[in-house]
């Protein structure tokens, strides 16, 4: 089965309470971002999720010289960061939106759906 990465983004800057407006809000959001996960899993679809700290503790990594290369901070400077993902099974493309949507509402964040190179678009790549 197709998997997809589920990339979930929210601000760079994390305000109090990480942007929710209230500590009741964040409960419920996680409160429902966890029962999507059981529905993922009791679905067959979940292989992993997990959030992310803040992106101003990340380092970049640049290995392509004699010495690598590191900075502290995201690689790109942006008003938004990716702030969590879920890496899932589903049949299509539209099954997979299908539940982004269902995991955007449960985490109140904007998800962005990629699948995985697969063999066969590895070998077109090649082909062409």
């Not at 999720?49 to 901070?73: C, K, S």
């Not at 299509?92 to 063999?119: H, M, N, W, Y």
Request: glycine content about 10%.
């Amino acid at each position: 089965m197709p998997r997809y990465l589920l990339s979930v983004f929210g601000p760079t800057e994390r305000p109090d309470l990480g942007g929710y407006e209230s500590k009741e809000a964040m409960l419920e959001s996680f409160a429902d971002t966890g029962a999507f996960n059981d529905k993922l899993e009791r679905e067959g679809h979940f292989v992993f999720a997990d959030g992310l700290e803040a992106a101003t503790t990340a380092t970049t990594v640049d290995g392509q010289g004699e010495t690598p290369v590191f900075t502290d901070g995201p690689y790109l400077e942006s008003k938004e960061q990716l702030g969590g993902f879920w890496v899932i099974e589903a049949a299509d493309l539209d099954e997979a939106l299908s539940l982004a949507a269902e995991g955007s509402k449960a985490c109140r964040g904007t998800i962005e759906v990629r699948p995985f190179q697969t063999e066969e678009s590895f070998k077109s790549l090649l082909d062409s």
